[in-house]
């Protein structure tokens, strides 16, 4: 049934995105920061250095959540996993304990 002749290479999902590692949505977030800190900076210049530790604070976030680590490609994508894996439903296939997948989908039929 399965052609244990083709492997799917070790790359292929990261021949998807952009650089090897991010989404567009990654990208996204980023520079979003990059610009609100950016435009933050700009409107709170010469203040104290409490302001400028604020104003880096988008940049920094968003820097955090895209990334990469292992396993996952960033760590956004860790955390929409956390969420999926413990907010949706999971479902249980339940095949019995005398199930084989050559005789079909009971055993009873030999």
Aim: proline share 5%; with cysteine.
């Amino acid at each position: 049934m399965y052609d244990d002749s083709y492997l799917v290479p070790a790359n292929a999902k990261r021949g998807t995105l952009i650089f090897n590692i991010f989404r567009p949505v990654d990208l996204t977030i980023f520079i979003i920061g990059v610009v609100t800190t950016m435009l933050l900076l700009i409107i709170l210049s010469g203040d104290s250095l409490l302001m400028t530790i604020l104003a880096i604070v988008p940049a920094g976030i968003s820097a955090l959540l895209v990334t990469p680590i292992p396993h996952y490609h960033n760590v956004l994508c860790a955390i929409q996993s956390i969420i999926s894996f413990y907010g949706e439903r999971r479902k249980y296939v339940w095949k019995g304990w005398c199930y084989y997948e050559k005789f079909g989908s009971d055993s009873k039929d030999k």
